[in-house]
């Protein structure tokens, strides 16, 4: 199954963006929907962004609608986070995360596998 590692984290003021990268190694990618979590201070993880495995079709978190953009390439194995406009509630370690469809992403005990995360803060 694959690996993902996701990079592109880092500290952004309030109004910024950031654009974070997934790469995943071993299995095969395009099987996978891929999908981003995070999980805010003391707060538990949420679902942030998912996309289908040909990026055909995207589902967003209310809270990030029209601020954030998932995308995908297939070639090199690698999902995207595009942030704009970012708020200081955004700060949170950003995960990624491979399940077999869209609809699994309800689930997160349900997923194939997570990356390690990382920490995006956003500051006023």
């Known amino acids: 199954q694959v690996q993902p590692v996701e990079s592109g984290g880092g500290l952004v003021q309030a109004g910024g963006s950031l654009r974070l990268s997934c790469a995943a190694s071993?299995?095969?990618?395009?099987?996978?929907?891929m999908g981003w979590f995070r999980r805010a201070p003391g707060k538990e993880r949420e679902f942030v962004a998912v996309?289908?495995?040909?990026?055909?079709?995207?589902y967003y978190a209310d809270s990030v609608k029209g601020r954030f953009t998932i995308s995908r390439d297939n070639a090199k194995s690698t999902v995207y986070l595009q942030m704009l406009s970012l708020r200081t509630e955004d700060t949170a370690v950003y995960y990624c995360?491979?399940?077999?469809?869209?609809?699994?992403?309800?689930?997160?005990?349900?997923?194939?596998?997570w990356g390690q995360g990382t920490l995006v803060t956003v500051s006023s």
């Open positions: 071993r299995g095969t990618f395009r099987d996978y929907a």
């Open positions: 995360a491979a399940g077999g469809g869209t609809q699994i992403f309800g689930r997160q005990d349900a997923l194939d596998a």
């Open positions: 996309i289908s495995w040909n990026g055909g079709v995207t």
